[in-house]
C-alpha cells in the first residue's frame, strides 16, 4: 500500500467516524457528548501541556527542551483547531451538564449545598459558562499562536506570563467542564490536578516523538527527560491523593459525592489500574537510571502512560454522568478514533509547513 493509498484511506475512516459522531450527537448526546468530552480534553490536555513544557524550558534553559520543543511547537500551533472541536459540547451542553436545563427555567437549587448555592445559581448560568469557555479556548489558541513567533518563541517574559494565565484559565476550565458536571461537589486543588496531568500529558507525547524518531537525542537527553516524567508522575500522584485523602477522612456526603461512584462497580478496578500503572511501576521504572537512559524502553513507558492518562480522563469523566456503562463500549471508541484521526491530520499538515524548519534553525543560535 503506497503513502497515497494510506491517505486515502486515514481520510476515509476519519470521514465516516465523524459521521458516525454526528448521527450520535444528534441520537444519543447523553450517551456520546462525555465519552467526546472525556476524549477531546486527552488530547487537548497533550497540546497545552506540551506547550507548557516549552515555557518552562524558556525560563529553566537546559538541553532536555532543544531535544523537544519542536514537535511541541508544531503541535501548540494546532491547539486553535482542537478548540473548534469542542463547541458540539457547547451547542448540546443541556444534555450533559444536569444544572443547565435547571438553571434555564430559574429553578437551579442545591438542598443543603454548602458552597454557596447563590454564588453558583449564578456561575453556572448557560450563557455566562459558554462565554467563559469561549474565552479560555481563544485564550488558549492565542497562546499557541504567539508561542511560534521567533520573537517570542524564547522569550522569557512571555513564558512567564503565559504560565500564568496557562496556570488560571486550565483550573477555571477544569471547574467548568469537569468539575460542574457534578455541581455538588467541590475541590480547591482541582485545577491543579488538572494541570499538573495536562504537563505529565505533553511531556509523555514529547519523549514518544524523541524516542521513535530517526535522529534521536543522545542518552543523556533522555536521562533528563526521565527525570521530568518522574517528577510529573509523583506530583500527580501527590495532588490526586491528597485530594482524596482530605475528603475521604472528613466524609461529608456532598464531598465524597465524586468518589463514591468511581469507588463502586467497575470504576474501582480503573481506580486501581490508575494507582498501579500511573504511578507505582512507573516510578519503579524511572528509579532507574540505565532505563532512563534506554530510548526504547522509555519511549515504550510513555507509550504506555498515554493509554493510562486516555484512561484517567475518561475516570474524571465518565462517571459523573449517569449513563449505563454498557454504552461507554461503542461511544468512547467511536469519539476516540474521530478526535485521533483529526488531531493525525493537523499533525501532518504542520509537520508539511515550511516554517516548522525555522524552529530546527534556531537551536543553532543556542
Known amino acids: 500500500m503506497n503513502a497515497s493509498t494510506k491517505r486515502n484511506a486515514v481520510t476515509m475512516t476519519a470521514n465516516f467516524s465523524w459521521l458516525l459522531c454526528a448521527v450520535a450527537w444528534w441520537f444519543e448526546p447523553q450517551a456520546f457528548l462525555p465519552a467526546y468530552l472525556a476524549v477531546w480534553w486527552f488530547w487537548i490536555g497533550i497540546a497545552m501541556g506540551g506547550l507548557a513544557n516549552v515555557w518552562l524550558h524558556n525560563l529553566t534553559g537546559g538541553a532536555w527542551g532543544e531535544a523537544i520543543r519542536t514537535p511541541l511547537l508544531e503541535i501548540g500551533g494546532s491547539i486553535w483547531v482542537g478548540c473548534l472541536l469542542f463547541f458540539p459540547v457547547l451547542a448540546a451542553l443541556w444534555f450533559l451538564y444536569p444544572w443547565a436545563p435547571h438553571a434555564v427555567s430559574g429553578t437551579t437549587r442545591w438542598a443543603g449545598e454548602l458552597s454557596a448555592a447563590d454564588f453558583k445559581s449564578v456561575w453556572l448560568l448557560p450563557p455566562f459558562f459558554i462565554l467563559r469557555s469561549i474565552l479560555y479556548l481563544v485564550t488558549w489558541s492565542i497562546l499557541g499562536i504567539l508561542s511560534r513567533r521567533p520573537a517570542l518563541r524564547r522569550s522569557p517574559s512571555f513564558s512567564s506570563a503565559a504560565l500564568i494565565i496557562y496556570g488560571v484559565t486550565v483550573s477555571l476550565a477544569a471547574f467548568d467542564w469537569i468539575m460542574s458536571l457534578m455541581p455538588l461537589w467541590y475541590s480547591s486543588i482541582f485545577g491543579m490536578v488538572a494541570g499538573t496531568t495536562q504537563m505529565m500529558s505533553g511531556m509523555v507525547m514529547a519523549i514518544v516523538l524523541a524516542a ?126 474521530a478526535l485521533s484521526l483529526a488531531a493525525l491530520a493537523v499533525w501532518r499538515a504542520r509537520r508539511s509547513l515550511p516554517s516548522v524548519s525555522n524552529a530546527g534553525k534556531e537551536q543553532s543560535h543556542v
Open 212 to 337: 521513535f524518531q530517526a535522529a534521536r537525542p543522545p542518552p543523556s537527553i533522555f536521562r533528563d527527560l526521565g527525570n521530568l516524567l518522574m517528577m510529573y508522575v509523583l506530583t500527580w500522584a501527590y495532588l490526586a491523593f491528597m485530594q482524596f485523602l482530605i475528603i475521604w477522612a472528613e466524609n461529608l456526603p456532598h464531598e465524597i459525592a465524586w468518589y463514591v461512584p468511581r469507588l463502586q462497580s467497575g470504576w474501582i478496578v480503573v481506580a486501581w489500574m490508575l494507582v498501579l500503572l500511573l504511578f507505582f511501576v512507573p516510578l519503579l521504572m524511572l528509579l532507574s537510571r540505565p532505563f532512563k537512559q534506554s530510548a526504547q524502553r522509555l519511549g515504550w513507558l510513555a507509550v504506555g502512560l498515554l493509554i493510562m492518562l486516555l484512561i484517567d480522563a475518561c475516570w474524571m469523566v465518565l462517571p459523573s454522568t449517569a449513563v449505563a456503562s454498557i454504552q461507554w463500549l461503542w461511544s468512547v471508541p467511536l469519539a476516540l478514533i
